[in-house]
T-cell receptor, first 110, second 119 residues
Framework: DAKTTQPPSMDCAEGRAANLPCNHS???????VYWYRQIHSQGPQYIIH???NNETNEMASLIITEDRKSSTLILPHATLRDTAVYYC???????????FGAGTQVVVTP | GAVVSQHPSRVICKSGTSVKIECRSL??????MFWYRQFPKQSLMLMAT?????????EQGVEKDKFLINHASLTLSTLTVTSAHPEDSSFYIC???????????????FGPGTRLTVL
């Protein structure tokens, strides 16, 4: 699976949008971009995934660049409960192992 | 839907004893389950992959005789840490891949984790 690069940390004000970048320049054509988050001392929680089109669900939006070498996870209205480590992972959909990198520690402040 | 449970949530044991951790998929069948380990302030590290009815596949550097994995049914996998030592103290997290979860085909869902402390 291709590796990803994320900033180690970022702060966000409550109520504002949080834009989390991820670089995956070596992504293969059949690999999807997945986002998970881990709140302290809990198991990871699935957020969203996509191949090349932008995706949106009740939690977040995923914007993937046309060349698929990078993506951005958008939390539209961050709340204090969104404070967590966010992981960007690429892998073949439904198969392969989910290998976690260091992720981005997001802190939402009042 | 797509709930994965782990038991126990916390366990403290003496050095040299064995500890068993259970992972259950509550509302779906999981042909494949994964076990991860996470040390403080570090990311999750995949330990092994297990398919129902087959022997587990361990990642490089993980001792298969120390971390025994059993995946006897489509809803249950167990991890036994044998002859535990203080350095085995960690947060153990299982994950189950759904054949069909109602949310997403073949996606992976995680349990809440088990905190193991070896004295």
């Amino acid at each position: 699976d291709a590796k990803t690069t994320q900033p180690p940390s970022m702060d966000c004000a409550e109520g504002r949008a949080a834009n989390l970048p991820c670089n995956h320049s070596t992504i293969s054509g059949n690999e999807y971009v997945y986002w998970y988050r881990q709140i302290h001392s809990q198991g990871p929680q699935y957020i969203i995934h996509g191949l090349k089109n932008n995706e949106t669900n009740e939690m977040a939006s995923l914007i993937i660049t046309e060349d698929r070498k990078s993506s951005t996870l958008i939390l539209p209205h961050a709340t204090l409960r969104d404070t967590a480590v966010y992981y960007c992972i690429v892998r073949v959909a439904g198969w392969g192992k989910l290998q976690f990198g260091a992720g981005t520690q997001v802190v939402v402040t009042p | 839907g797509a709930v994965v449970s782990q038991h126990p949530s916390r366990v403290i044991c003496k050095s040299g004893t064995s500890v068993k951790i259970e992972c259950r998929s509550l509302d779906f069948q999981a042909t494949t389950m994964f076990w991860y380990r996470q040390f403080p302030k570090q990311s999750l590290m995949l330990m092994a992959t297990s398919n129902e009815g087959s022997k587990a596949t361990y990642e490089q550097g993980v001792e298969k005789d120390k971390f025994l994995i059993n995946h006897a049914s489509l809803t249950l996998s167990t991890l036994t840490v044998t002859s535990a030592h203080p350095e085995d103290s960690s947060f153990y997290i299982c994950s189950a891949r759904a054949s069909w979860s109602g949310h997403s085909y073949n996606e992976q869902f995680f349990g809440p984790g088990t905190r193991l402390t070896v004295l």
